[in-house]
């Protein structure tokens, strides 16, 4: 089984003029992966502070759930919609500048937040406020530029766990929000209520601008600084772009479009208050992001591919279980009873613990497919980092509605599962006729041999 990229004479045509990877500098390399972490943390974070500030913006403009929804949809979408162009201008002016731009964009439009006095300016700031959410392709790109090859597995991995984010607003929202007034001023900038937290954000996000500009190398990496725009987006061509913009969709959109949607499922389906579903989601949220370094790790040892395969055993195992509705057979006799047979539910306890193995699946399987990108596209680690960062993102946006409607279809709350399970079914199945198409045109021999061992030598088969 193929676990590495093909060698040269067999690497996409974009890429026969490769220059030499420049020589390592590990201080360099060292705090543009600390300083780039730290800042995609912080916008993550900023990103979908909405999901926790929802109840109180609800109660204060008097908000339905429908126009609650689309202030985090919006939010989501731009942060997705972006990412291509954000890892493709990475690569030609580098992430130092990149970064720094991001990080006071996303300040601004975080205060600005605070400020909102209708529904109208809220939707088009957490528009704005969604720009963040790009951080993550700028980051690939500049960690690409700056990481050795043997490295870049779990540097990409570790950069990756700042998704972390998503649950710093869970624990820090609600303290904060409950310890301040509502109409107080404090130091003369936070204002209290839900309104401070987005100061509280804008003033983290500028002060780490000013770090990354001061600290990070001035003399930057940019890769593709003297490609033309043609021979960045030349890569997209393959199919096997795509194929890996897929699996990004089952390990990241999934995560984000299940991230938000489990503290509702928990409510609903086990009658928990909402700070434990908030907790009980963070147990899936945490493994989901902080494995991505062991991911990452795991694909420089094993090979992307072959972590690929397991990540995917798991995940079709793990949904295959939670898609099962509660229920019973029920068995209608000719003298008009009935009775009940294979009686079936699942408790908290499994399911959190279920759900948790599915987060560390798509941790892992996050990683593995960055890994991918800068073996097979070395040179376009942007612009291929940006479309599938892009398409996974766009998955998070798409997800939720269709957990919605196979939910109002079925009937069953597990069919949320379900979408999952066949999700990872698709992309297993086209990852492994991938393999096997290859074994057959790199090796038609080897490949007859395994699937006709007896026409085979015996020295063959060892």
């Not at 990103?47 to 500030?53: A, N, S, T």
């Not at 990475?90 to 990149?98: A, E, L, S």
């Not at 600290?215 to 987006?233: E, F, I, N, W, Y």
């Not at 009937?411 to 599962?417: A, I, K, L, Q, Y």
């Amino acid at each position: 089984m193929p676990t590495s990229p093909p060698p040269e004479s067999q690497r996409p045509a974009s890429h026969p003029d490769l220059a030499p990877e420049p020589g390592h500098d590990h201080a360099g390399a060292t705090r543009v992966l600390a300083l780039s972490t730290i800042a995609f943390t912080l916008m993550f974070a900023a990103w979908l502070m909405f999901g926790i500030l929802g109840k109180p913006i609800t109660e204060e403009f008097g908000l339905s759930e429908v126009q609650l929804s689309w202030i985090i949809a919006v939010a989501v979408l731009n942060g997705s919609m972006w990412r291509l162009p954000a890892g493709m201008v990475t690569d030609r002016i580098g992430g130092r500048k990149v970064m720094t731009f991001l990080l006071l964009a996303s300040a601004l439009a975080s205060y600005l937040v605070s400020r909102a006095d209708s529904y109208a300016m809220l939707l088009v700031l957490a528009f704005f406020v969604g720009f963040a959410g790009n951080s993550f392709s700028s980051g690939i790109a500049w960690n690409s530029a700056w990481q050795p090859r043997e490295h870049q597995g779990f540097a990409l991995g570790l950069f990756g766990a700042g998704n972390v984010g998503a649950s710093v607003t869970k624990f820090i929202g609600p303290p904060l929000i409950a310890g301040t007034t509502v109409g107080v001023t404090y130091f003369g900038i936070f204002p209290g209520g839900w309104r401070f937290i987005p100061v509280v954000y804008a003033v983290l996000l500028l002060a780490m601008a000013v770090a990354t500009w001061t600290l990070a190398p001035h003399h930057d990496r940019a890769p593709g600084r003297s490609q033309p725009l043609s021979r960045q987006l030349a890569p997209l061509r393959h199919v096997r772009v795509w194929r890996f913009s897929l699996y990004y969709v089952a390990f990241f959109g999934a995560y984000v479009a299940l991230a938000a949607w489990l503290p509702t499922y928990y409510m609903d389906n086990f009658d928990v208050s909402l700070q434990t579903a908030a907790y009980l989601t963070a147990s899936y949220i945490f493994p989901a992001s902080l494995l991505r370094p062991v991911g990452g790790s795991l694909s420089d040892h094993f090979g992307a591919r072959r972590v690929l395969y397991w990540t995917f055993g798991v995940m079709v195992v793990v949904t295959g279980v939670l898609m099962m509705p509660n229920g019973h057979i029920v068995i209608a006799h000719p003298d008009g009873s009935e009775t009940q047979h294979l009686g079936y539910s699942m408790a908290l306890l499994p399911f959190v613990l279920l759900v948790f193995v599915l987060g560390c699946a798509m941790g892992v399987g996050k990683a593995a497919v960055y890994k991918h990108i800068p073996e097979y596209f070395p040179d376009n680690v942007g612009s291929v980092g940006g479309l599938v960062g892009m398409l996974g993102g766009l998955g998070g946006f798409f997800l939720p509605p269709m957990f919605a409607y196979t939910k109002a279809w079925s009937g069953f709350p597990s069919s949320t599962f379900f979408v999952l399970f066949l999700l990872s079914v698709v992309c297993a199945a086209w990852m492994h006729w991938t393999v096997v198409h290859m074994l057959h045109r790199e090796a038609p021999d080897l490949a007859r041999h395994i699937e006709n061992p007896t026409e085979a030598p015996e020295e063959a088969l060892v």
